[in-house]
């Protein structure tokens, strides 16, 4: 077992000058609310002492994993993890990986790892998901603003987003209200698993997004001791952590990587190729050194073959 961690950082000075080249940051909005935050109750953001129990929202992806690692091992912390379900195809997938990561997590820290919990919540409406995925239709305009998009053209990744994930974090907070009333256990610090990358290509996960949504949990509840962060893209802790970082990381602490789900497909094996987080993610294990271990689909020999013969597209 990894007896130490030690996590890179940088400082607040190289912090704010990486944000500044970023397309979604509003450095203006971080700087009010976080003063406002030091005026308030003295401080932004500050690690949990061992020992105190915190909420982290699970996905059973390679970063949520990680940080799951973290708080247990580097923090010595008491995980409630809090899995949502999503209106994907791949909730099932990310479910399994889930559970898997639990189970192995409980058996090293029994003392500091929680139930659990699961939210069955549709968070898109479904007369609209389910109209968006039979019809696979867009107005024709929007795919016109899609094609001249200038992010689209500088960011190859970004896509906008029907959910935000930042929804998220107000169903933890019902999920600490219950642990509160019915199991005298008071949360105040919410982990999420958002990456400096991340920031690039999804609007709704720079640290500018991360703060206001800390503003609105604090403002929602009259209750200004709570925390909102990601401690692998967090300013005060000088994180600033890309998904290769992670992946390094998640190898340290001797994770079985290949066990998260990354692919959007829901199919016995990570697709590898045919979808934008599966060739992401074969990406950042080339750019980390290490050796993938994940099966995906695309290199089973078997597949190549059918593909070939024109069995299987």
Excluded at 104 to 129: A, D, G, W
Aim: with cysteine; hydrophobic share 40%; charged share 25%.
């Amino acid at each position: 077992m990894v007896k130490q961690i030690i996590l890179p950082q940088i400082t607040e000075k190289e912090f704010f000058r990486r944000l500044r080249e970023r397309p979604f940051e509003d450095i203006g909005a971080i700087r009010t609310i976080e003063s406002f935050f030091k005026k308030k109750r003295g401080y932004i953001f500050k690690m949990p002492k061992p020992g105190t129990p915190v909420i982290l929202l699970v996905s059973g992806g390679l970063d949520s994993t990680t940080t799951w690692g973290l708080l247990l091992l580097k923090y010595k912390l008491v995980v409630y993890p809090l899995f949502i379900f999503r209106d994907s195809v791949r909730s099932k997938k990310e479910e399994h990986a889930a559970d898997y990561f639990w189970n192995y997590f409980y058996r090293k820290y029994p003392n500091q790892v929680m139930p659990l919990m699961k939210f069955h919540t549709i968070l898109s409406p479904p007369e609209i998901t389910l109209s968006m995925e039979k019809e696979h239709y867009y107005h024709p305009k929007r795919v016109l603003d899609l094609i001249g998009n200038e992010m689209m053209l500088k960011y190859p990744n970004f896509y906008p987003q029907r959910v935000l994930p930042y929804i998220h974090v107000f169903y933890a907070l019902v999920y600490a209200q219950y642990l509160y009333e019915h199991v005298d256990v008071k949360i105040r610090t919410v982990f999420t698993a958002v990456l400096a990358g991340d920031g690039l290509v999804v609007p709704s996960q720079t640290l500018t997004s991360l703060r206001t949504a800390l503003l609105s949990v604090c403002h929602t509840t009259a209750d200004y001791s709570w925390q909102f962060a990601s401690i692998t893209f967090e300013k005060e802790l000088g994180h600033w952590f890309y998904k290769k970082d992670v992946i390094l990381l998640g190898n340290k602490m001797g994770l079985p990587l290949e066990k998260t789900w990354s692919c959007y497909s829901a199919g016995l094996f990570q697709c590898g190729n045919r979808c934008q987080t599966c060739k992401n993610r074969r990406d950042d294990f080339r750019g980390s050194g290490l050796i993938d271990k994940t099966v995906y689909l695309e290199d089973l020999t078997w597949v190549k073959w059918m593909r070939h013969l024109g069995l299987m597209k």
